[in-house]
């Protein structure tokens, strides 16, 4: 019998992430084709890419998948696959980051004004579309829609005192508090993840592009900001995890695999280019973003 969610470890979890990206999104582009996250321009990233899913497919006993997504839905795909590993993951870490959290890969268009640090963007945007003439000022895409939100709901006041009186509705105390449920009805965005099956430069810019937007256009505290990617470059993964005040960290689906990938092809710049970002800790493995969102 397979263990459950509440039983599997870390290995387990991550494992059947791999298997579930082999499955659906990791596969030739072609009989003979590059690997459907490589650059089939680039020599290195077809290698490195090919060294990869020998090496996932070996590791999960699964073959890569044989009809490919269409290049529409692939990023869905890999959003929602991803979504799944980190709430499996997280759940099994409740007991240091306790809360009632929700996990969403939901594209409404709402976007981030569901959430009380951005609730304010959904007025601005009404206003926008009042009066037009007012975009070349105040600038426009405020209601961006990330891949994951990580968000938790308010605390009764019944939960806050449950280990002794500590708040009274009647007091003029705590009363902009966000996390009580008495004063605050929607959810606290934790965290917004960009999911990047590949990394070109047009992605890489409108990660940073999102990252800033959720900085600069908060009313409350800063929500982890955060790329998951299953790209095999590491000079490509630079253009999006190199340098630092935009995005906290860029996670790699396969950090092991792909530093395995890269040590098998015997290139130096792309290996001094990977060491660089995983020393210079702007780079880490998926299995380490369950515990950053811990933190």
């Given amino acids: 019998m397979p263990a459950t969610i509440r039983d599997q470890k870390l290995s387990e979890l991550r494992t059947q992430y791999h298997a579930k990206i082999l499955s659906k999104l990791l596969g030739r582009r072609g009989p003979a084709g590059a690997f459907s996250n490589a650059d089939s321009g680039s020599k290195a990233s077809k290698e490195i890419a090919e060294r990869m899913a ?38 099994r870490l409740h007991h240091l980051r306790p809360g009632d959290w929700v996990f969403s890969t939901s594209q409404d268009t709402k976007g981030i004004s569901r959430h009380h640090q951005y609730e304010h963007l959904a007025q601005l945007e009404d206003l926008l579309r009042q009066h037009p003439e ?44 966000p996390l009580r449920e008495a004063v605050n009805k929607t959810t606290i965005l934790h965290a917004s993840i960009s999911c990047k099956w590949t990394i070109r430069s047009d992605r890489a810019q409108n990660t940073r592009t999102e990252a800033l937007n959720l900085i600069r256009n908060r009313k409350g505290k800063v929500p982890i900001v955060a790329a998951v990617t299953f790209e095999p470059l590491p000079t490509r993964l630079a253009s999006i995890a ?13 950090l092991n695999e792909l530093a395995a990938a890269v040590d098998g092809t015997g290139n130096p710049d792309q290996r001094e280019m990977l060491d660089t970002l995983v020393h210079g800790r702007r780079l880490r493995d998926i299995s380490d973003l369950p515990f950053d969102l811990a933190t």
């Fill in 134 to 177: 007012l975009r070349s000022t105040l600038g426009g895409d405020y209601l961006i829609t990330p891949d994951i939100t990580v968000s938790r709901r308010p605390v009764s006041d019944q939960e806050i005192n449950r280990r002794g009186d500590f708040v009274d509705g009647s007091e003029q105390l705590a009363n902009h508090a």
């Fill in 54 to 91: 020998q090496r996932l497919s070996a590791q999960t006993h699964n073959s890569p998948c044989r009809k490919l997504p269409s290049e529409q839905t692939l990023g869905n795909v890999f959003a929602r696959l991803t979504e799944e590993f980190l709430e499996a993951a997280f759940r």
């Fill in 242 to 254: 190199l340098g630092t005040g935009d995005l906290d960290c860029t996670y790699h689906g396969a």
